[in-house]
């Protein structure tokens, strides 16, 4: 069973930076094989896609916010990590990190990842 659990959310003013955590925990197969990403969730929307980490580490982001998150990974450490800069109000939301084993192809949706954290709280104050 896999153990997903997110940090480093909080409260930042528009145009500030804030580095999420997702440590990873389990039995059966390594962190390294998992496919990571990560996806929010602001009141009454529905969970959208953020980024996405392979695991050979090819990364794949929504539109909305290319150029100013980047995803990474650990394997050493069963780490992955959503470096998030520039950041504005409308990125205000919970943040989750999810984990498969399956191949993803196109844009990932909620219903490719098996494997859920239960969020952090970001908030981005105009």
């Known amino acids: 069973q896999v153990q997903l659990v997110e940090s480093g959310g909080g409260l930042v003013q528009a145009g500030g930076s804030l580095r999420l955590s997702c440590t990873y925990s389990g039995r059966g197969r390594a962190f390294s094989n998992y496919n990571m990403a990560w996806f929010r969730q602001a009141p009454g929307k529905e969970r959208e896609f953020v980024a996405a980490?392979?695991?050979?580490?090819?990364?794949t982001y929504a539109d909305s916010v290319k150029g100013r998150f980047t995803i990474s990974r650990d394997n050493a450490n069963n780490m992955a990590y959503l470096q998030m800069n520039s950041l504005k109000p409308e990125d205000t939301a919970v943040y989750y990190c999810?984990?498969?084993?399956?191949?993803?192809?196109?844009?990932?949706?909620?219903?490719?990842?098996?494997?859920w954290g239960p969020g952090t709280q970001v908030t981005v104050s105009s």
């Open positions: 999810a984990a498969t084993l399956r191949a993803l192809e196109g844009v990932p949706g909620p219903n490719d990842f098996g494997s």
């Open positions: 980490i392979s695991w050979i580490g090819l990364s």
